[in-house]
């Protein structure tokens, strides 16, 4: 621990070896709990994307992509203005403390996406067409969709993770006969609102679960209290979610929406992992801050195994992906299969070196360390949008072999194809960018 002159002293561990095992039981069940509603948040995620890739077709799913990851951005300013210093403030404090942070950080939330919502809604009116009714859609869900979010980040602050477990389950059931629904209409935006109206369900029983009205009227009060929090991880969370973002719309632009829908089909393969990326920090923060006031020497072990063992699992899915037969694939995505299959290999090693990436960022919010943090983030955030942009820029739209660069090649060819594939994309035509 550190003195008021600031010198190191190092003191004894007073926990016994029974207090060590009850520690390490507690921060197994607060992990496994995260772990849990990861994994059911990536396969919602999952099972989305999929239904709406089969439903739509390539060119309709493109627009549902943009859709998609403009959320994400709404999603990150929400989180950092709103839920981000709750999580860090708010963790482990008195029942009273705690509700009463949560009535105003989920008013914030709920504030955050009436008033983006309201601009999604009056944008997507005047643009017309299949992306402006999508825009629209999420202009009418975004206020549910992040009261959904801050239900479940408050949760985890209170220690009650089973119940965020919970909720998440009941917005996946709730999908099922939202997106049947939206099966039978057929478009963009039906999809959209269902999506919304699965996570209004689960947000109002999270208010049933906490017993909290969320409060808009302290959304103010609450950003102007935890201003020093919320700006910094607000430009950190906006420059890793905008990233995917930009690179969406400039591929958009420069290829198509088609070509937006196919880089999302292959996230959609490595879609467990990308979700965990997403919000593995609200379990692992914790846990390393805890580390680091109890042995501060095993912080840089705790990060590698937690940026390893996430890296290797991506690699042996991605592997595992590759050997997926093509009537399988067609079988789960349809038609987007043919030319997202062709991703599988940048698309594993860019999750794979993000995975690394996590490990780091949650070391370096545990120490505290913003600037370096923020740096980090932009920088990764900078060179995922110019190597998915840029690269696609420079192999002049349509690349070398049909419009999405090998996939006529692959079609022709399916096993050649796929090993054509892994080797096309090089470094000095279009670098590997990680996913944020």
């Known amino acids: 621990m550190m003195t008021a002159e600031g010198e190191k002293t190092t003191t004894a561990d007073p926990a016994g070896p029974a207090a060590r095992r009850t520690a390490k039981r507690a921060m197994a069940g607060r992990l496994s709990w995260g772990l849990a509603d990861q994994a059911v948040c990536s396969m919602t995620n999952f099972a989305v994307g999929i239904y709406v890739a089969r439903s739509l077709g390539l060119a309709a799913f493109g627009v549902f992509s943009l859709a998609w990851v403009t959320y994400g951005v709404v999603l990150s300013v929400s989180r950092g203005l709103a839920t981000d210093p709750l999580v860090v403030r708010f963790s482990g404090v008195p029942v009273a403390s705690w509700r009463a942070a949560a009535a105003r950080s989920s008013g914030t939330a709920l504030g955050v996406g009436t008033a983006v919502g309201a601009v999604c809604l009056v944008v997507g009116l005047s643009l017309g067409s299949r992306v402006g009714s999508a825009f629209a859609g999420l202009g009418v869900v975004l206020p549910a969709l992040l009261l959904q979010d801050a239900w479940r980040f408050s949760f985890f602050a209170a220690g009650t993770g089973r119940k965020a477990f919970v909720n998440d389950v009941l917005g996946g059931v709730a999908l099922v006969p939202a997106m049947v629904l939206a099966a039978r209409v057929g478009s963009v935006a039906a999809f959209v609102l269902a999506w919304g109206a699965a996570a209004a369900v689960a947000a109002g029983y999270g208010c049933l679960q906490s017993g909290i009205r969320p409060r808009l009227t302290g959304a103010r009060e609450w950003v102007r209290e935890h201003r020093d929090l919320g700006y910094r991880y607000l430009v950190e969370n906006v420059g890793v979610s905008g990233a995917a973002q930009l690179r969406a719309y400039g591929l958009g632009l420069i290829v198509g929406v088609s070509a937006v829908g196919v880089v999302r089909g292959a996230e959609l393969l490595l879609g467990p992992f990308l979700a965990v990326l997403m919000g593995l920090s609200l379990v692992t923060v914790a846990e390393a801050a805890r580390v680091l006031r109890r042995a501060p020497h095993r912080l840089r072990v705790f990060c590698l195994l937690l940026g390893g063992g996430q ?52 070391g370096l919010r545990a120490l505290a360390a913003a600037r370096r943090s923020l740096r980090c983030q932009l920088f990764a955030s900078t060179c995922y949008v110019g190597g998915g942009v840029g690269g696609r820029a420079r192999r002049g739209g349509h690349g070398r072999h049909g419009r999405l660069g090998l996939g006529r090649r692959r079609r022709d060819h399916p096993q050649l194809g796929r090993v054509v594939a892994a080797t096309a994309v090089r470094p000095a035509r279009a670098p590997r960018e990680p996913h944020p």
């Open 311 to 362: 890296a290797a699992a991506a690699l042996l899915w991605g592997a595992a992906l590759l050997l997926v037969p093509d009537r399988a694939g067609e079988l789960v995505l349809g038609d987007v299969w043919g030319s997202a299959s062709e991703l599988i290999v940048p698309a594993t090693l860019g999750v794979a070196g993000a995975s690394l990436g996590v490990g780091a960022a949650v």
